[in-house]
């Protein structure tokens, strides 16, 4: 008969050495298993409907894209000179030479030669703010606002000059909640005002508003979305005026932004759609916008040692031919 060798009776393999461990992968080990990746990014996305970050105020929901789409331009020379006299308060001059249009019916531009002179007053506390501002030809202008609360501030804007029925004056009352902040405003001309904004979502803010103007029988009421992540903003708004506007930021770097917007009034029947960027640089920032009305600016705004900052405005109107510029020096902080 043929031998037969059994497997339970086959040699078993030689032990391993002493000292001996089996390799294995320090990648392998350290990643966490698919399921436990899927719980982590399910721990991500959840939302805390409890601890939502409270919004950016009603009226800042387009702060971003302003700062890069509406830089102050001008014409002509600019001097400003602050000087602080203790860290609370301080004074300052302003000084301006130029050119103003002048409404016309034709597409001629009107210009001509102005100055002015400001001289102002600031006192800044950490629960109390106080700007004023008095021109040459004895206009007034007034800011002040106080923290009367934790969570409530009073603001007030004021604007008084000699010509009749053009003095402006308007009270704010704002209120800061956990994921939510509230605006009433009340100015002259029986105008009564409010809004509320509410965090929805970690990124996401709706709002609305509310306004009635009593000497011109007029009323209005907005509504307002913005979603902010750190690499972009998108807002929208739309009101009973007939405005709708869309503006959308992105965060290309720490230091290069670009945005664009689009206006539409419906009651002007004009629409208008933009683009700009805003580029910070060690030493500068440039920001420029180009829009489908033709008109093109660039504003350089140079730091040339601490303190001193060198400013130069260019505006270029392609359909009205019209072209505008200007320099300035800003001195101290």
């Not at 503006?247 to 683009?275: C, G, I, R």
Request: charge should be neutral; charged fraction near 20%; hydrophobic fraction near 40%.
């Amino acid at each position: 008969m043929g031998a037969v060798v059994s497997h339970a009776s086959a040699a078993a393999p030689p032990p391993p050495p002493t000292g001996y461990a089996p390799f294995v992968d320090p990648a392998a080990a350290a990643a966490p298993p698919p399921a436990a990746e899927k719980d982590a990014a399910a721990d991500e996305e959840k939302v805390d409907y409890m601890n939502l970050p409270c919004p950016v105020p009603y009226e800042e929901i387009q702060r971003e894209a302003f700062m890069s789409l509406k830089p102050d331009v001008f014409e002509g020379l600019r001097f400003d000179f602050t000087k602080m006299l203790n860290p609370f308060f301080g004074l300052s001059h302003s000084v301006s030479m130029g050119s103003m249009e002048l409404p016309s019916q034709g597409a001629d531009v009107i210009k001509v030669p102005t100055s002015n002179y400001e001289f102002g007053a600031n006192f800044m506390d950490p629960k109390m703010m106080l700007i004023g501002r008095v021109s040459h030809d004895g206009r007034v202008t007034a800011r002040v606002k106080c923290d009367l609360l934790e969570n409530l501030c009073l603001k007030i804007n004021a604007q008084l000059t000699n010509e009749p029925h053009y003095s402006q004056g308007m009270f704010s009352f704002d209120y800061k909640g956990k994921d939510f902040r509230s605006q009433f405003q009340l100015g002259n001309n029986a105008f009564y005002g409010g809004n509320y904004i509410q965090s929805v979502t970690k990124n996401l803010s709706l709002g609305t508003e509310a306004f009635w103007l009593g000497q011109q029988r007029k009323s209005g009421v907005g509504f307002v979305a913005r979603y902010d992540t750190k690499k972009m903003v998108a807002t929208g708004q739309i009101a009973t005026t007939g405005l709708v506007s869309l503006s959308y930021v992105q965060k290309v770097s720490e230091k290069v932004s670009l945005a664009s917007d689009f206006m539409y009034n419906h009651m002007a029947k004009d629409v208008t759609a933009s683009f700009g960027y805003d580029y910070m640089l060690r030493q500068c920032r440039l920001r420029g916008k180009i829009d489908t009305n033709g008109v093109v600016f660039a504003l350089l705004e140079e730091r040339l040692t601490p303190g001193v900052n060198f400013i130069l405005s260019a505006e270029l109107d392609h359909w009205k031919k019209d072209y505008k510029f200007g320099f300035g020096m800003v001195l101290g902080e």
